[in-house]
């Protein structure tokens, strides 16, 4: 054991009722290092995590958990906490009507003579917060800042609790590219402090830039500990997936007729009253990329359109006939599917099976004369989808909140094919998928257009806007400030639209 | 398109005697029901007979028609505080209706309407102009008890005509009446609830109304016909109870929505939404009336059985809050 290992873990498995979630892991934190956990969704990486925190324990049975050189068996965040072991989790546990002196300082205020000593407080935040670089006022509230300000906020508090050991849940699936840059400053800041990290992401680039050992996990199984320097991505892909996995795009063969009939004609969509007015067209069997910094009002713009939200002005026209969306009703009604962001609030019930995920809004397909419903029409249009889409599920009665995150969104992308729609919008497809499932959602989404359908997608992925798009809209400040189509379609290009470089915010 | 379909067959979704119990809370709730059957009659030897099991049918009957369409509600994650109330405003407006020598059908008409009209309110106050369910149904329990006040002078109103005694006092096919409407609404709801589009709207309402409400279902309509049909329920309650007593009585009711409430979660329905079972809700109000029965035998002062009751749900809570922990 080498002198600047923080901790250690070595054969640690973790069984859930039966099932082995974690078989003879071992990972090394080392100070001074960032490592990188990497591995597909439902690998083990977030139980392992939770071990290392002491949300879970390993199984009685199974190795040790060494830190420091001393054997630990911590029960709860907080013991690990007070061992030297923070977690940065995507959700924040910060309080958002609280200042951030009050944040970083809540259960251990700092008091003179039983009062809080309010000054002390912010004198030492103000400290905290400039020693690592943060440009973050202490008397600020939490609601009032962004979220790459409040992950900081989070990493500032866990610094000041003298972690050894930070841990980072996928940190930059909220965050903008140059929000990404200042994090990996920061932690490369605190790597010279000395401290240990282990980084998670979805993104493999992120681990080449910012990491130095990468430890890999598949089927709850570590399958390979690796210098960052002495592998390709490539080879970490196939490590993960235990297979190749195409890094292409699926391209589009047949061109797309832009002198065609537009399938649908947004003539003018405006928000409300301050907000611009935009227009754009889809062509059947075209991918539309829309593309943007976060909060630049895409998904707004996807919301307004498909009656999600409410919008002052709407005029529409589908396939040449003009129409009115005021309801997310009237758009299904109308064969507009919109696959929301966020799968788990505002895709999905949880609680409820395969079956009634796919089917729940076309219900009325499967009745019988007494208005009754027909549970084999229900499991038969179900089990179609399964096929058709490779769901991977034990059963249609599995309830979807068991499935991975792939296979979720193929659930939530099933569900709008049973009712026949023509146009599918998708905002942030593959958000927290991993890479197999990725290529798969691409091939699917292709074939959809193949069929004749238009698809609009929003993506912050700018790799997956370029390499699957046909056109792609840039937006910044809620209006469309490009319209790029074939070889215009480039990272840079859009960048510079997206980040104000070019373009006026006249529309275009 | 894809084409390696797989069906994993390893998950751990449905394994297991005790998986199948925790999602299934219903189940857990008949085993206590039974469990405290066992243990009454061992107690009291009067408490199984005959005589006192249709007894305690039929003083359910009142608190089971009532859960029975607050389940919908609660299954929605929402809440109807109201039930009680409009259960004595309906009562007193069938009474005023038979007592002026209106046709009773007519007047138990008017009766069930005041139940849909306060549920309408309701629905559409919480629903439409999206207002907290707790606050709307609390100010509920006011405005329809003091309609039945002012309408009543505060005197509970009889001379309802003798024929009207069926519905509470009278049987049908060998069976008391208010055993037999119970099982009818009971019947009713199970297929509303299980076998018909509306009812899974309730239930996917509950687990997640963002997703429902984008996947192009009205959201608005279904949330506002869960109150109609706690209304409608309160409002057969009322009905019963008035042919039961052969009066309007405006302070009927009283604390009702209560053992309505704790019906629907001693049977494991999820009080967030989403989760349980409208059989269980059944069971949940036949074990508040074999306590009820129970204690009443053994010669518990009424005050000792409210500390009691009070517990058996915190109990209930307990149980069903630890049994989320283990299955997330």
Redesign the interface.
């Known amino acids: 054991m080498s002198d600047n290992c923080l901790l250690e873990l070595k054969s640690v498995s973790k069984t859930?009722?039966?099932?082995k979630a974690l078989q003879h892991v071992d990972l090394k934190i080392n100070a001074g290092k960032i490592h990188a956990l990497a591995g597909e969704n439902g690998a083990g990486k977030s139980t392992l995590m939770k071990i290392i925190v002491g949300v879970y324990q390993p199984d009685a049975e199974s190795g040790e958990m060494t830190f420091q050189g001393q054997v630990v068996s911590h029960t709860s965040p907080q013991q690990a906490q007070e061992l030297g072991i923070g977690i940065i989790y995507q959700e924040f546990s910060l309080i958002p009507y609280m200042t951030v002196y009050e944040n970083i300082f809540l259960g251990r205020e700092i008091r003179k003579n039983g009062f809080l000593d309010k000054k002390a407080m912010r004198k030492k935040a103000t400290d905290l917060l400039n020693h690592l670089g943060m440009d973050i006022n202490p008397n600020s509230k939490i609601s009032e800042l962004s979220i790459a300000q409040q992950q900081f906020v989070e990493i500032a508090k866990a610094i000041s609790l003298k972690v050894k050991v930070l841990i980072l849940d996928e940190p930059t699936a909220p965050l903008t590219p140059v929000e990404v840059k200042n994090l990996f400053k920061l932690m490369r800041e605190l790597r010279a402090k000395g401290v240990g990290m282990v980084f998670i992401s979805h993104h493999l680039e992120e681990i080449f830039e910012v990491c130095d050992e990468v430890t890999c996990l598949r089927d709850g199984q570590s399958v390979g500990y690796k210098d960052v320097k002495e592998i390709r991505m490539d080879e970490l892909i196939r490590m993960m997936v235990g297979r190749d996995v195409s890094q292409t795009y699926p391209q589009n063969h047949e061109p797309i007729d832009y002198s065609a009939r537009p399938l649908l004609s947004v003539k003018a969509l405006q928000r409300s009253r301050n907000l611009p007015k935009v227009s754009f067209d889809l062509y059947p069997g075209e991918i539309l990329g829309i593309a943007g910094l976060v909060g630049a009002g895409r998904s707004e713009l996807v919301r307004a359109l498909?009656g999600?939200d409410k919008s002052l002005l709407k005029e529409v026209e589908l396939e040449g006939v003009k129409v009115a969306i005021r309801?997310?009703?009237d758009?299904?009604?109308l064969g507009i599917?919109?696959l929301?962001e966020d799968r788990k609030?505002?895709?999905?019930?949880?609680?409820?099976s395969v079956e009634?995920n796919v089917v729940?809004?076309t219900?009325?397909e499967s009745?019988s004369k007494f208005?009754?419903?027909r549970r084999k029409s229900l499991s038969s249009r179900t089990m179609k989808q399964?096929?058709?889409?490779?769901i991977?599920?034990?059963?249609e009665?599995?309830?979807v909140k068991?499935l991975s995150g792939g296979n979720q969104q193929k659930v939530v992308i099933g569900?709008w094919l049973s009712?026949q729609c023509k146009i599918l919008i998708f905002d942030e497809p593959t958000r927290g998928i991993d890479v197999g499932a990725k290529a798969?959602i691409y091939?699917?989404m292709r074939?959809l257009t193949r069929a004749g359908m238009g698809i609009i997608m929003i993506s912050s992925e700018l790799p997956e806007v370029v390499g699957i798009s046909d056109r792609v809209l840039v937006m910044r400040n809620d209006d469309i400030v490009a319209a790029l189509k074939g070889d215009d379609i480039t990272p840079d290009g859009i960048m510079e639209y997206a980040a104000g470089a070019k373009g006026g915010n006249n529309g275009v | 398109?894809?084409?390696?379909?797989?069906?994993?067959?390893?998950?751990?979704?449905?394994?297991?005697i005790s998986?199948y119990i925790s999602s299934r809370p219903e189940i857990l709730s008949f085993i206590g029901f039974i469990v405290l059957c066992i243990l009454m009659s061992i107690i009291s030897d009067r408490f199984l007979t005959m005589n006192n099991l249709t007894n305690i049918a039929r003083q359910v009957s009142i608190n089971a028609i009532i859960a029975s369409g607050l389940t919908f509600v609660i299954l929605t994650g929402g809440i109807d505080l109201s039930v009680g109330a409009v259960m004595a405003l309906s009562g007193t407006f069938l009474a005023g209706a038979l007592i002026a020598g209106w046709n009773p059908i007519l007047s138990i008409v008017i009766g069930l309407g005041v139940g849909v009209v306060a549920g309408f309110i309701n629905g559409f106050l919480v629903s439409y102009a999206r207002m907290p369910a707790f606050i709307v149904t609390l100010a509920m329990m006011e405005i329809p008890r003091g309609i039945a006040l002012l309408y009543t002078g505060g005197y509970p109103m009889s001379g309802l005509p003798k024929s009207f005694e069926i519905i509470g006092r009278g049987s049908l096919l060998g069976i008391q009446t208010p055993i037999l409407i119970m099982f009818v609404v009971y019947i009713l709801v199970y297929?509303l609830l299980n076998?018909?589009?509306f009812g899974?709207?309730v239930?996917?309402i509950g687990?997640?109304e963002?997703?429902?409400?984008?996947?192009?279902?009205?959201v608005e309509k279904f949330k506002m016909l869960v109150y109609v049909i706690s209304g409608l329920t309160a409002s057969i309650s009322g009905v019963v109870l008035t042919s039961r007593l052969m009066s309007g009585q405006p302070n009927s009711g009283v604390g009702f929505e209560l053992d309505a409430i704790a019906a629907v979660i001693l049977g494991g329905t999820d009080i967030a939404g989403?989760?349980g079972h409208i059989i269980g809700t059944l069971v949940g109000a036949m074990i508040l009336g074999v306590l009820n029965n129970g204690l009443n035998l053994m010669g518990v002062s009424p005050y000792t059985q409210k500390v009691l009751k009070g517990a058996i749900i915190i109990l209930a809570i307990y149980i069903s809050s630890s049994r989320q922990k283990n299955t997330n």
Do not use: C, W
């Not at chain 1, 609030?345 to 409820?352: M, P, R």
């Open positions: 859930f009722s039966g099932v498909t999600a309801n997310p009703k758009a299904l009604d599917g919109l929301p609030t505002q895709g999905l019930i949880l609680d409820f009634y729940i809004n219900l009325k009745l208005k009754t419903i399964v096929r058709d889409l490779g991977k599920t034990p059963s009665r599995t309830k068991n569900r009712t798969e091939e699917l074939g | 398109m894809v084409s390696n379909v797989a069906i994993e067959k390893k998950r751990v979704d449905t394994e297991g998986h297929l076998h018909v589009p899974r709207y239930y996917a687990g997640n963002e997703a429902v409400r984008l996947s192009g279902i009205k989403g989760k």
